[in-house]
């Protein structure tokens, strides 16, 4: 098993688990691997050099980096999962039922679900507050 340094096109890094080179190629090719963060298929390999010598500072200062992306990342999925939790879905109906929120048409409560960058901008417009934020793959599903 070969346990591969990983990281998307928007730099968040991960591991990710293989049999062999050749199976981490033929994942990638076919398309079965994605950022667990942003769910994006532009997956690259990180070199890693386990066997050099480093000065203990260099090696120090790179995991204290590493460390803190960790835990952002893990900060950033805790507080996607809480506002899954604590919203309702609407889905494709969001622009419609934020239109009838912000005018006292219906109840008045946190929702979220799906807007073109178009309707999202015409929320604004109407002074209706709208935060666009990608949900990683995993979670759209049942929460666990």
Request: charged content about 30%; some cysteine.
């Amino acid at each position: 098993m070969k346990v591969l340094n990983l990281r998307c096109a928007l730099d968040h890094r991960f591991e990710g688990w293989f049999a062999s080179d050749d199976d981490f190629h033929l994942q990638g090719e076919r398309g079965l691997m994605a950022c667990p963060l942003c769910d994006d298929k532009t997956i690259s390999r990180l070199p890693s050099a386990p066997r050099l010598n480093v000065s203990k500072h260099r090696e120090a200062l790179t995991a204290t980096t590493e460390i803190a992306h960790a835990r952002a990342q893990g900060q950033w999925m805790r507080a996607v999962c809480e506002m899954i939790q604590s919203t309702e879905d609407v889905g494709d109906r969001f622009p419609e039922e934020a239109r009838r929120i912000h005018y006292g048409e219906a109840q008045e409560r946190g929702i979220r679900g799906q807007a073109t960058p178009e309707d999202a901008a015409a929320l604004r417009e109407e002074g209706i507050e709208v935060v666009s934020m990608p949900v990683p793959q995993p979670l759209k599903g049942p929460l666990q």
